[in-house]
């Protein structure tokens, strides 16, 4: 019963409320919101107990270790998730929610325990993979002398396409000034005209068409919102044109 309620919920995303409706209503239990909570918590400490043997499991198809590290904050001031996973089985090694990110706790609390088991396992180290945090630079430069280490490439793109996606968001500010205004002046017009005119309804989709369109938002690197806003533009403009000379829409 446990697993199958830890599957339900981390598996397929079951909420309580949800959990709780499955165990009352399908399978006639009576327990209340609390003592399904509980559950999760018993499936999450078993999950956690039989963590340690998989791993010694997993590593022990390999022949070196490459690992990902990573420390995630919701924000500043928080604690900070920090997660190594083996890159070549997939498999998350550690994860520590620390107060703090210096580099002799990163090295303590993260590669000494790391250390211990390729060691125990007969395993070499043959790189690091990381955002290039200094913290955990220094951390693998104190505990893994000699191990190579590299940048993410996600990291490296991001940072290296940064000067590209400043000026496309510049561009789309300067294309929403341009146009809000008078979108906004045109859309009175066309509220203006009388319900029976054919042409309203239609016009009053394109200006629809064109406050979506400046919502348009952008993810560094590569999808940058300016272009994806003009290019829309564009394509609205050319629709529009069309509409006139087939004699469909005035405007």
Same mark, same amino acid.
């Given at each position: ?38 559950? $999760? ?32 904050? @919701? ?7 920090? %997660?190594?996973?083996? $890159? ?24 000494? @325990? ?21 913290? $955990? ?41 341009? %146009?809000?205004? @008078? ?11 009388? %319900?029976?005119?054919?042409?309203? @309804? ?50």
């Amino acid at each position: 019963m446990v697993v199958k309620i830890g599957y339900r919920r981390f598996w397929h995303h079951q909420t309580m409320d949800e959990l709780h409706d499955w165990l009352t209503q399908e399978l006639w239990l009576v327990l209340s919101c609390r003592q399904v909570i509980n559950l $999760i918590a018993d499936f999450l400490a078993m999950l956690r107990a039989a963590q340690a043997t998989r791993i010694r499991v997993e590593l022990g198809k390999l022949n070196y270790l490459v690992v990902g590290v990573d420390g995630m904050q @919701p924000e500043k001031g928080n604690k900070c998730l920090y %997660i190594v996973r083996e $890159i070549q089985a997939g498999l998350t090694l550690v994860a520590e929610s620390l107060e703090e990110g210096a580099n002799g706790t990163l090295s303590q609390r993260l590669f000494e @325990p790391l250390k211990v088991l390729a060691q125990e396992l007969g395993l070499s180290w043959q790189g690091v993979v990381s955002d290039a945090q200094e913290s $955990i630079r220094l951390a693998v430069a104190q505990s893994l002398p000699g191990v190579p280490h590299q940048a993410c490439h996600s990291h490296c793109l991001r940072d290296a396409g940064q000067l590209t996606f400043e000026a496309d968001r510049t561009m789309k500010k300067q294309l929403k000034a341009a %146009i809000r205004q @008078p979108l906004y002046r045109l859309e009175k017009r066309i509220q203006a005209l009388s %319900i029976e005119n054919g042409f309203r @309804p239609v016009l009053l989709d394109y200006a629809q068409a064109m406050h979506s369109t400046l919502l348009e938002g952008g993810m560094a690197p590569f999808e940058l919102g300016g272009v994806a806003v003009f290019e829309a533009l564009e394509a609205l403009a050319a629709s529009l044109e069309r509409c006139q000379k087939k004699g469909l829409i005035r405007c």
